[in-house]
């Protein structure tokens, strides 16, 4: 059985929403997006991606529609050698939606309900990594 693993990049003061760039991210009105950048470095870089083990180990990713939109907007337009980028490619997104089913971004695959999603956490192959937001 696969573990779900989340993770959650959220500021002192509760913002979940649109951290790495202006414009990533503007519903409900937002306009603080890109509200992490100014804090970023190269050590807290390395601990994001060791969080997960984006480096050393294979994984699927579970979004949510709003996510995976802003995701497969950005990550398949990235050079080869990104390290987040080409694990994001290759690995199987799976997006928990009642919405549309038209998926551009390779290996990506429409879960309708939670109970499809257990029987994928059921099956054999890597953990999946939750990326996102808290957004209703």
């Known amino acids: 059985m ?28 937002f306009d603080l997006g890109g509200w992490i950048t100014q804090f970023r470095d190269a050590k ?3 601990a994001v ?3 997960v083990g984006t ?19 950005h990550w398949p337009k990235v050079p080869a050698d990104d390290p987040i980028g080409s694990v994001f490619t290759k690995a199987d997104k799976y997006v928990l939606t009642r919405g549309s089913t038209k998926f551009d971004w390779a290996n990506s695959h429409k879960l ?10 059921a099956e054999e192959g890597p953990d999946i990594v939750l990326w996102g937001s808290a957004l209703a």
């Not at 294979?58 to 907007?73: E, M, N, S, V």
């Open 44 to 46: 807290g870089g390395t």
């Open 112 to 121: 309708s309900s939670i109970d499809e999603l257990k029987k994928v956490k």
């Open 49 to 51: 991606l060791s969080l």
């Open 2 to 29: 696969r573990k779900i693993i989340a993770t959650a990049r959220v500021s002192l003061d509760g913002v979940m929403q649109g951290p790495g760039a202006a414009q990533e991210d503007t519903s409900n009105g």
């Open 55 to 73: 480096l050393d180990k294979p994984y699927d990713l579970l979004l949510g529609r709003k996510t995976y939109d802003i995701f497969a907007g």
